[in-house]
């Protein structure tokens, strides 16, 4: 699989990676044998990063990711984690001792001396414009907790402000045929500076495999179920913000659009591919299956024009009214 350097990591990893939020919690029981099963179907396909969280199934998917890795030291995975969700979000919160601590239970659950990337959880606004916050984490790199850190976000805004710093590495933020924003500013701006970038929530919490009608349900504990007016969390993590009504008619009229021998939800991927100044998106799976069609989508050829302006006319039409101007 093509490989891309991950900003100031100087890493390459796969232009599809795996996130693994679906592995821990909020996304319905997986079992654990399931679990390893999609990580090492992903690794056969040719997938080398990894990324997830300490709050996901509250460290369960860190360990069954560092389980999976201690098999396959030779897997040649790059883990990608975060932290400060697990807390009250307050941005005094988000200091050296919280930040330590935080690390060594990532370190411990992962079973890592040193974390290969830690992402700022989508913290309150304030602490990506806090001097505080920053050298924290430089001091978590000269500890040797860490190799380097970045951030995920919410908004465009708030990914501008990061980007501006000279340590932070990356940047992980939605980016998907339903969220176009980011193409306007963040990327141009990570090319500049040489920051990866992560994109997450690509299938548009499942909305573009085209699978789904007005009828589907999930279960009571699935986020798609109870978040999707931000009960829980930011609301545009569910569905990218999308009313589900809206995304199932706008799903429809995207997978129309899937070149022969190509599904809905690998064109999906193959369009955040090639975005300039994507380094690798990461769509999450709960079966081998899933894995490796996702993995695929990287061989794919490009997006023809055409294609392309039909992404964006269906994006103005139907999805920009409602989400542009929130994140």
Same mark, same amino acid.
């Given at each position: 699989?093509?490989?891309?350097?991950?900003?100031?990591?100087?890493?390459?990893?796969?232009?599809?990676?795996?996130?693994?939020?679906?592995?821990?919690?909020?996304?319905?029981?997986?079992?654990?044998?399931?679990?390893?099963?999609?990580?090492?179907?992903?690794?056969?396909?040719?997938?080398?990063?990894?990324?997830?969280?300490?709050?996901?199934?509250?460290?369960?998917?860190?360990?069954?990711?560092?389980?999976?890795?201690?098999?396959?030291?030779?897997?040649?995975?790059?883990?990608?984690?975060?932290?400060?969700?697990?807390?009250?979000?307050?941005?005094?919160?988000?200091?050296?001792?919280?930040?330590?601590?935080?690390?060594?239970?990532?370190?411990?659950?992962?079973?890592?001396?040193?974390?290969?990337?830690?992402?700022?959880?989508?913290?309150?606004?304030?602490?990506?414009?806090?001097?505080?916050?920053?050298?924290?984490?430089?001091?978590?790199?000269?500890?040797?907790?860490?190799?380097?850190?970045?951030?995920?976000?919410?908004?465009?805004?708030?990914?501008?402000?990061?980007?501006?710093?000279?340590?932070?590495?990356?940047?992980?933020?939605?980016?998907? %045929?339903?969220? !176009?924003? &980011? *193409?306007?500013?963040?990327?141009? =701006? +990570? @090319?500049? /500076?040489?920051?990866?970038?992560?994109? #997450?929530?690509?299938?548009?919490?499942?909305?573009?495999?085209?699978?789904?009608?007005?009828?589907?349900?999930?279960?009571?504990?699935?986020?798609?179920?109870?978040?999707?007016?931000?009960?829980?969390?930011?609301?545009?993590?569910?569905?990218?913000?999308?009313?589900?009504?809206?995304?199932?008619?706008?799903?429809?009229?995207?997978?129309?659009?899937?070149?022969?021998?190509?599904?809905?939800?690998?064109?999906?991927?193959?369009?955040?591919?090639?975005?300039?100044?994507?380094?690798?998106?990461?769509?999450?799976?709960?079966?081998?299956?899933?894995?490796?069609?996702?993995?695929? %989508?990287?061989? !794919?050829? &490009? *997006?023809?024009?055409?294609?392309? =302006? +039909? @992404?964006? /006319?269906?994006?103005?039409?139907?999805? #920009?009214?409602?989400?542009?101007?929130?994140?």
């Amino acid at each position: 699989m093509e490989q891309r350097v991950l900003g100031r990591t100087g890493r390459p990893v796969s232009v599809v990676g795996l996130g693994t939020w679906q592995l821990g919690a909020d996304w319905g029981d997986v079992r654990e044998e399931d679990a390893l099963a999609v990580l090492d179907a992903s690794v056969e396909a040719g997938v080398t990063l990894f990324d997830t969280a300490d709050v996901y199934g509250d460290g369960r998917s860190e360990q069954l990711i560092g389980r999976y890795l201690k098999g396959r030291p030779d897997a040649g995975v790059f883990v990608a984690t975060k932290f400060g969700r697990r807390a009250e979000q307050r941005p005094e919160h988000y200091n050296l001792a919280n930040f330590r601590a935080w690390a060594d239970r990532s370190r411990a659950n992962l079973g890592v001396d040193r974390l290969d990337l830690v992402q700022l959880h989508c913290p309150p606004t304030p602490v990506y414009s806090t001097d505080e916050v920053y050298d924290a984490l430089d001091t978590l790199v000269e500890e040797g907790r860490i190799a380097a850190y970045g951030v995920s976000v919410e908004t465009c805004a708030e990914a501008l402000t990061a980007i501006a710093r000279p340590g932070v590495a990356s940047v992980q933020i939605i980016l998907n %045929a339903f969220r !176009l924003k &980011p *193409l306007e500013e963040v990327l141009p =701006a +990570a @090319v500049a /500076a040489g920051v990866g970038i992560l994109a #997450r929530v690509p299938l548009a919490s499942g909305l573009l495999s085209g699978r789904y009608t007005a009828r589907t349900t999930f279960g009571a504990d699935d986020h798609r179920t109870y978040n999707r007016q931000g009960e829980a969390f930011d609301q545009g993590e569910t569905f990218s913000g999308v009313d589900f009504e809206t995304g199932v008619e706008a799903a429809a009229e995207f997978a129309a659009l899937a070149p022969a021998g190509a599904t809905a939800a690998q064109t999906a991927l193959r369009w955040i591919v090639q975005q300039p100044g994507v380094t690798t998106v990461i769509p999450g799976a709960r079966n081998p299956e899933q894995a490796v069609a996702n993995a695929a %989508a990287a061989a !794919l050829p &490009p *997006l023809s024009d055409s294609t392309l =302006a +039909a @992404v964006r /006319a269906l994006y103005d039409t139907r999805i #920009r009214p409602t989400v542009h101007d929130r994140w």
